[in-house]
């Protein structure tokens, strides 16, 4: 199993610039999240979606879209980048969100915005 | 979401039990406690969860007091490697919480040799 898997590693974009950050898993799971981890900070969550079709805000949605079309795939859109959204993006998963099951985190795309 | 507290940094030497508190003095009965750990910026690795009971898994034992008030991650052997940030979380699968973990500062472990 391959897990989380996130593309790109790295990316570096102009200020105004779009791009779609991916994230796919090939645990069947759920439930599959996004968050950013600024520079000596926590993760904040961005988006979240508890099964295909379902996506919802979390803490910092403002600037960036979600989808889940298929169980697999829960991509991350930035629709006008911008040097506050520099940052460590990461992609999560869980079994379920109605039980406390543990959560696989992806390796990170390293954003850097100009 | 309870908040949690833990301390900003603590030292361990290799082959010494690592013991990690965080305190949830504001947990409510449905919320669980999660520990995970961070490695170089990688991606977060789940450690082990608990409710009220104690729990060991192959990496750590949970302590979590009775009052549900506090808890103690142990890393009964620490290795260089296991030098990272904890995380302590308090989530309520299933409710309102919708799955979300909520990460703070965490703890930054140092294992000396």
């Known amino acids: 199993n391959a897990g989380v898997t996130q593309t790109p590693k790295f990316q570096v974009l102009k200020t105004g610039q779009s791009m779609t950050l991916q994230c796919a898993q090939d645990?069947?799971?759920?439930?599959m999240s996004w968050y950013r981890q600024d520079p000596g900070m926590g993760l904040r969550l961005i988006h979240y979606?508890?099964?295909?079709?379902?996506?919802d805000q979390g803490e910092v949605p403002n600037g960036y879209n979600v989808s889940r079309s298929t169980t697999e795939d829960f991509p991350l859109r930035l629709l006008s980048a911008a040097p506050s959204q520099t940052s460590v993006y990461f992609c999560?998963?869980?079994?379920?969100?109605?039980?406390?099951?543990?959560?696989?985190f992806g390796q990170g795309t390293r954003l850097t915005v100009v | 979401d309870a908040k949690t507290t833990q301390p900003t940094s603590m030292d361990c030497a290799e082959g010494r039990a690592a013991n990690l508190p965080c305190n949830h003095s504001?947990?409510?009965?449905?919320?669980?406690v999660y520990w995970y750990r961070q490695i170089h910026s990688q991606g977060p690795q789940y450690i082990i969860h608990?409710?009220?009971n104690n729990e060991t898994n192959e990496m750590a034992s949970l302590i979590i007091t009775e009052d549900r008030k506090s808890s103690t991650l142990i890393l009964p052997h620490a290795t260089l490697r296991d030098t990272a940030v904890y995380y302590c979380?308090?989530?309520?699968?299933?409710?309102?919480?919708?799955?979300?973990?909520?990460f703070g500062q965490g703890t930054i472990l140092t294992v000396h040799p």
């Open positions: 999560a998963s869980s079994y379920s969100w109605e039980a406390p099951t543990e959560a696989f």
């Open positions: 645990m069947n799971h759920e439930y």
């Open positions: 504001t947990i409510s009965g449905n919320e669980y």
């Open positions: 979380i308090v989530s309520n699968a299933g409710g309102t919480s919708y799955g979300k973990l909520t």
């Open positions: 608990g409710l009220k």
């Open positions: 979606s508890v099964g295909a079709g379902i996506t």
